[in-house]
């Protein structure tokens, strides 16, 4: 039996990938069949993704306002003061999740980037007074090393983890 090569074996993860983004609860045997792979292929190209971090869960995309909450994304500009240890520490143990509890909120994803922001977190709250009280905990945490926040909310999603939103025909509503 003939060796695969590194590039086959890449792009052979790359298509089945792209099938997991589409629907990741989809069985194996029908990302097989979609990929025109065997299955025991798509298993083991699975497994080894997950080994090596590649992929790192899978997930489920809610309609946040049809579950009573509102989704968010805040932006935050980090000072220029240098972070000390503890700073750091508080921020890897993920802290900002108990804070995000206490105003209702909770935490989607967050990110550290390049830009005219530093670090921008996506959440749900019920409402804008939660989100507004989530921001003010944030601040209030992290006063030393925050110059600036900004709070959007999200109107419509149109799409999200490569899901097209069932009901984008809503989206005329808000343009």
Not at 39 to 48: A, E
Not at 102 to 117: D, L, P
Not at 142 to 171: A, R, S
Request: aromatic share 8%; hydrophobic share 40%; charged share 35%.
């Amino acid at each position: 039996m003939p060796k695969v090569s590194k590039a086959q074996i890449d792009k052979d993860e790359k298509i089945i990938l792209a099938e997991l983004q589409k629907n990741a609860n989809e069985s194996i045997d029908t990302i097989a069949k979609r990929c025109k792979f065997s299955r025991q292929k798509v298993w083991r190209t699975i497994k080894n993704l997950e080994a090596k971090h590649l992929i790192w869960g899978y997930t489920v995309i809610v309609d946040e306002k049809k579950n009573g909450y509102i989704h968010y994304t805040l932006l935050i500009k980090r000072s220029m003061k240098r972070l000390d240890e503890k700073t750091l520490d508080i921020i890897i143990s993920r802290k900002l999740e108990e804070i995000a509890s206490e105003a209702e909120a909770v935490i989607e994803s967050s990110y550290y980037v390049n830009g005219e922001y530093d670090w921008v977190l996506t959440f749900t709250a019920p409402n804008l007074l939660a989100a507004k009280k989530f921001c003010e905990l944030v601040l209030s945490f992290h006063k030393e090393i925050v110059d600036k926040i900004t709070l959007l909310e999200t109107l419509f999603t149109i799409e999200d983890h490569h899901i097209l939103n069932p009901e984008k025909k809503k989206l005329k509503e808000f343009l």
